[in-house]
């Protein structure tokens, strides 16, 4: 016999030894990550309920919006990267235009106009910028040259400094530093010099003075001052500082029991079910409470780089890092404001403060982070 015909009667070992893939691989959901927010969003929706003041309404409404979240995660799961790779310049120009119009036609509330309406329904175009704004600067930088050169460090600044003005114009500076920190991280994972790191800190410095001066409105200037000296104006612009730290504080390493704080339960701390809500977990469940959940947070972000350190693309590799960075800013944000360490920007705390189209777009995210985990899976089954 022919060893040809021999090896052509051999049994194909590999598919006779290879697992079946699980539900969790077909359905691209990496399952650790998937534990983890699930947690988290159970135990925000547990601090919710006291935050509110015992309102249900707040509670089944945050519900629902975890709900569509999580179905939106895993349909963004579902998305192979190089869809996304190959439509993020129609993502990107669809979210600018949408900032455009909502400069001439937004909606506006509370002496800001960031909302568009169609049809009757709301929804924050800038919101979609927090994942677009990334997408594109690591598809940008997916087939060039990496460390990237001076002009495609250029090209992927414009990128992120579109949607940021157009953003700060509405007004709204928290969440142009959430987009311009997505797309910097992006970019600062390329592996950029620290000749061009030290030369962008130099530029940020020498545009302080104009940015105060002009850049800013006069409330924004208020909460930097506010941070220095919160004691000057205790009634009026330190009051949500100074009662969060109050809170904080009184609550020691025990806390005060749960639904039994003093600051959130007698409506002293403003906000406390969106912005301010660690200070009431504070309050209640004392430090250990705080530390608890910030090693949750501390997990899933490790969960991230993990994620990261994996990816079987450039593409891949900077988008998943860019989204898990972009994920600490948010916690880290949030924290030092309510801390008095930064000043108050309304970045809410992710999964345990109470939001809607906030809440989506950060699940699609980690659903595009299940992408990256399972892109290799893909392949292979």
């Given at each position: ?69 999580f179905v939106g995660m895993l349909i963004a799961a579902q998305i192979p990267l190089e869809f996304y790779r190959r439509w993020s310049p129609w993502f990107y120009l669809a979210g600018c235009c949408m900032l455009v119009a909502v400069l001439f036609i937004g909606v506006g509330a509370k ?122 104006d205790r009634l009026g612009a330190g009051w949500n500082i100074f009662q969060s730290k109050a809170a904080i504080g009184s609550g020691g390493w025990y806390g005060k029991g749960y639904m039994q704080g003093t600051q959130s339960q007698l409506d002293f701390l403003p906000e406390s079910h ?108």
């Amino acid at each position: 016999m022919a060893s040809r015909d021999y090896m052509h009667r051999l049994p194909d070992a590999g598919s006779s030894l290879r697992r079946p893939a699980s539900l969790s691989r077909r359905l691209h959901i990496d399952m650790p990550l998937l534990l983890l927010l699930l947690l988290l969003a159970s135990v925000g929706l547990v601090i919710l309920y006291s935050a509110s003041g015992e309102e249900i309404h707040y509670v089944k409404r945050q519900s629902v919006f975890l709900g569509l979240a999580f179905v939106g995660m895993l349909i963004a799961a579902q998305i192979p990267l190089e869809f996304y790779r190959r439509w993020s310049p129609w993502f990107y120009l669809a979210g600018c235009c949408m900032l455009v119009a909502v400069l001439f036609i937004g909606v506006g509330a509370k002496g800001a106009q960031r909302w568009l309406e169609i049809g009757g329904f709301r929804f924050q175009p800038s919101e979609a910028l927090k994942l677009a704004v990334p997408i594109s600067v690591a598809a940008y930088l997916h087939n060039r040259t990496l460390p990237p050169s001076f002009l495609s460090v250029a090209i992927a600044l414009a990128i992120v400094a579109v949607p940021a003005a157009l953003i700060v114009r509405q007004p709204d500076l928290g969440t142009s530093i959430l987009i311009a920190a997505s797309g910097l991280f992006a970019l600062y994972l390329s592996g950029l010099s620290w000749k061009m790191i030290g030369s962008a800190v130099l530029a940020a410095l020498m545009a302080a003075w104009p940015m105060w001066q002009w850049g800013l409105r006069d409330y924004q200037r208020q909460r930097i001052l506010t941070l220095f000296n919160p004691d000057a104006d205790r009634l009026g612009a330190g009051w949500n500082i100074f009662q969060s730290k109050a809170a904080i504080g009184s609550g020691g390493w025990y806390g005060k029991g749960y639904m039994q704080g003093t600051q959130s339960q007698l409506d002293f701390l403003p906000e406390s079910h969106t912005d301010f809500i660690i200070a009431v977990l504070a309050e209640e469940w004392g430090m250990r409470g705080a530390l608890l959940l910030l090693l949750l947070y501390l997990l899933i972000i490790a969960r991230g780089i993990y994620i990261s350190f994996m990816a079987q693309s450039v593409f891949g590799r900077l988008l998943a890092g860019s989204i898990t960075l972009t994920f600490f800013v948010y916690v880290f944000v949030n924290i030092g404001m309510v801390s008095g360490l930064l000043p108050v920007v309304g970045v809410p705390l992710p999964l345990v403060s109470h939001g809607g189209t906030s809440v989506i777009t950060l699940m699609a995210g980690f659903g595009i982070l299940m992408a990256i985990s399972t892109e290799k899976r893909r392949v292979l089954f």
